[in-house]
């Protein structure tokens, strides 16, 4: 049977080595936003030998552009988006600590390698729950690239956010073992 | 003849972006409550269970429901004895967009180029599809879409002799190998015939269809129920977890063809199937 963690950031090797897929986690604490366009700046500072505007070692990765924040709101709707685009980055930030990543869809067989290596583990969202998602958030900040806009790199500080792991570091694939649990031949 | 102003277009536009993004259709609801009753998986149930609250937040608080408030995809059916005045028509609708997703605090979600991804800073340019039409009167129709869900969506040219399995086949095996990817329960736009591009546009067009109201044609209305039936069989379920409900509708729209050939235009779109109409 799932079970129900609630986890505080940043997380050490074991806050997650304990998750196995379909556990449902609650999430408090800081996390940050980076999606496309931030991932490929991260990765050419890293190529460039130049510092990542934050430590990733033991944090948390949502990729999630928000929409803009009304007034006396800490932000607007915050969904995840989908993850592969950031696969190729992906196990670069693991290999530094990153403990986590929260997202939407599959992740290819190099990510769900460096999870294993790394003891570090891939969580799911609800897709498309943006507004939901948003009153996990009790604050936000812009940490770097504000000139991307929705992509910019923020760290948000959250409360109880809702997430499904979907890789755990034992290799485990929510995805794989659902679908293959409802499939009717 | 009839003289329509740009501004009343504008006004028009910029409602129906903020409508559409805020306020998901009754029909789309229906849809996702069904599916609630229908899907046997305990996760399957509480992610739609957190859709259908999710909804409710974004029409309470006026929020927008998915924080990918989409390319503006805009259907314009311009009566053919209606004049426009006052300015260009496209750079209307472009103003309309651009006040909807400023006011609407709607994220901006278009890049300059494909390569230097560089954002516009105001969501435009919209993509504008335009049909002239019998009549006085302008319909127009908003239809954010989200990229999740595009990304996954396909244009083939198949042999004439794939034939209706073969479409089938390539619909079914589309919608399941994208999996999560474009947020399920996905509604499905097929469309089918005309020329590569006319496929794509039919495809787009088939997700304005009211949820689930089957095809005129008797013959391609039971091709929607079996592709439907086919990719609920395959198991994906509401957000890819597992489960029974993996699309809420599959609506093909078609055209005739060339001899040679079998156009598929597949779009996908994500449970936040929205669309927003007016006449003016």
């Not at chain 2, 042999?159 to 095996?173: C, F, I, M, Q, T």
Request: glycine fraction near 10%; aromatic fraction near 6%.
């Amino acid at each position: 049977m799932p079970e129900i963690y609630h986890l505080t950031t940043p997380l050490k090797d074991e806050d997650v080595e304990k998750l196995r897929i379909g556990d449902q986690v609650y999430i408090t604490g800081d996390i940050y936003t980076a999606r496309d366009s931030a991932h490929k700046r991260l990765i050419e500072a890293l190529d460039g030998g130049r510092p990542l505007p934050a430590d990733f070692k033991g944090q948390v990765i949502y990729y999630a552009g928000p929409s803009p924040a009304k007034p006396g709101k800490p932000i607007g709707s915050v969904g995840p988006t989908t993850s592969y685009r950031m696969d190729a980055y992906a196990p670069r930030l693991y290999d530094l600590g990153l403990k986590a990543t929260i997202g939407k869809g599959n992740r290819n067989p190099e990510v769900i390698e460096s999870l294993k290596k790394n003891k570090a583990v891939y969580l799911a969202a609800i897709g498309g729950a943006a507004a939901l998602l948003a009153r996990s958030v009790k604050a936000s900040e812009t940490v770097a690239y504000e000139e991307l806009g929705p992509e910019a790199i923020r760290r948000l500080t959250v409360e109880n956010f809702p997430a499904i792991v979907v890789n755990d570091t034992l290799g485990g694939d929510l995805y794989r073992e659902g679908k293959k649990q409802y499939a009717r031949s | 003849m009839r003289e329509i102003h740009v501004h009343k277009i504008i006004e028009t536009v910029k409602n129906l972006c903020i409508d559409a993004n805020y306020y998901l259709g009754d029909d789309v609801i229906c849809a996702l409550v069904d599916a609630r009753q229908a899907e046997e998986s305990q996760v399957g149930q509480d992610v739609l269970d957190q859709i259908l609250e999710n909804v409710e937040i974004a029409h309470m608080e006026k929020a927008a429901m998915c924080q990918d408030t989409g390319v503006a995809v805009v259907f314009l059916e311009i009566g053919q004895d209606v004049h426009i005045v006052g300015g260009d028509l496209y750079e209307a609708v472009n103003e309309g967009v651009r006040q909807g997703y400023e006011e609407g605090y709607l994220r901006k979600s278009m890049v300059k180029n494909v390569f230097d991804r560089v954002n516009t800073k105001d969501n435009t340019p919209a993509v504008i599809h335009t049909d002239i039409v019998p009549g006085e009167d302008i319909n127009i129709i908003v239809a954010p879409k989200g990229g999740g869900s595009e990304n996954m969506s396909l244009v083939k040219m198949l042999p004439p002799s794939a034939g209706r399995n073969g479409v089938v086949d390539l619909v079914v095996k589309t919608v399941c190998e994208a999996g999560a990817n474009p947020c399920p329960p996905v509604v499905v736009g097929v469309g089918l015939g005309g020329t590569y591009e006319k496929a794509a546009l039919l495809g787009k067009k088939a997700l304005l269809r009211e949820i689930g109201s089957p095809n005129p044609d008797t013959e391609l209305a039971g091709m929607e129920k079996e592709i439907l039936k086919k990719i609920n069989d395959c198991g994906v379920g509401p957000q890819g977890f597992g489960g029974r409900v993996t699309a809420l509708a599959v609506h093909i729209e078609s055209f005739p063809c060339h001899i040679a050939s079998l156009p598929v235009g597949i779009n996908i779109n994500c449970h936040v199937a929205r669309h927003k109409e007016a006449v003016i």
